[in-house]
Structure formats: C-alpha cells, structure tokens
C-alpha cells in the first residue's frame, strides 16, 4: 500500500476530513512550502532522530530546526540525527527520502514540537515529493494525544 493510502484509509476511518494538496517536486519541507504557496510554519517536518539504538520522528515547523540538546534534556536521553537508509526501511511505501506526516502509521514513536499545535491547520508529508494532506489542528490533537511533546525548536537560520 503506499503512504497517502495508508494515511487517507487512518484519517477517514477516524471521520477525520482532510484534503490532499498537490505540488511541484521538491526536496525539503522548507521548499515544499515555498512552491506550494504555504507558510513554512504550518508545514509539519518529520525529522528521523536515533537514540542509543531507538528511532524516533521529531515533528517540527518546516521553519524551524530542532535544538537537540533542549531535546534531549526535556527527555533525559541523547538524540543523533539517524542515517537516510534508516528512512528508507522504516517507511515502506514512501518515496526515498520523504518522512510521512504521521509516522505513527508505520509503528514508529514520534515527539511533536510545541509550535505545531498554535498553527489553525497543518500539512503533513503524504510520503511522495508532491503531495501533502491538509488537517484542521484540532483533529490532529486526538492522533497525536499519544506522542510526548516539548518545545524543542527554533527558528531557522538563513545561510
């Protein structure tokens, strides 16, 4: 099955509406915004984290970079970012290098920013480089109640 049936079948099946957003191709979450015409910030980037042995999905603002050591204090463990061959085979379905918006699906743990949760609605990755699947934030609360969250982000620096 792949990843936006995967997560259009989770959403309708808990009467969550949603629609799905096309885009031209991109790389990055901060591109996908750009090209798509939407603020970085309500774009829900998936950041594959290791932890001793334990991966993780930290979600994160598109505009936003994660501050590790804030995480791992919050957590009490330390977190590396894992390697992108970790990304392939824990998500069956997606396309190489993409991090679906609920990864959850896929049985792996994730840990939300803060700063997701004061955005009106999210676009999360459909597991493809041109779509995405736009949720209310209030619905995306109850699939999300389950996963520990902390403000671990901060703003991105331009180079």
């Given amino acids: 099955m792949n990843a936006l049936h995967r997560i259009e079948r989770f ?8 629609e799905v957003v096309s885009h031209p191709h991109t790389q990055t979450s901060a591109e996908t ?33 994660i501050r590790l050591g804030k995480l791992g204090q919050d957590n009490a463990t330390d977190y590396s970012l894992a390697d992108a061959a970790s990304i392939a085979e824990l998500f069956e379905g997606c ?17 939300w920013d803060d700063a997701l949760m004061a955005q009106p609605d999210l676009y999360l990755e459909a597991g493809d480089h041109e779509r995405l699947v736009h949720v209310e934030t209030r619905h995306l609360r109850k699939v999300f109640s389950d996963a520990p969250h902390c403000h671990f982000s901060k703003p991105r620096t331009r180079h």
Avoid: H, Y
Avoid at 38 to 44: D, F, K, N, P, S
Avoid at 95 to 111: A, F, H, Q, R, T
């Fill in 33 to 65: 915004a750009r090209r798509a015409g939407i603020a970085a910030g309500r774009v829900a980037k998936g950041v594959l984290l290791d932890s001793t042995g334990c991966l993780m999905v930290a979600m994160v603002p598109a505009d936003q970079d």
């Fill in 11 to 18: 959403l309708d099946s808990n009467l969550i509406p949603f």
């Fill in 95 to 111: 396309e190489p290098g993409v991090i679906p918006g609920l990864p959850n699906l896929w049985g792996v743990e994730m840990i």
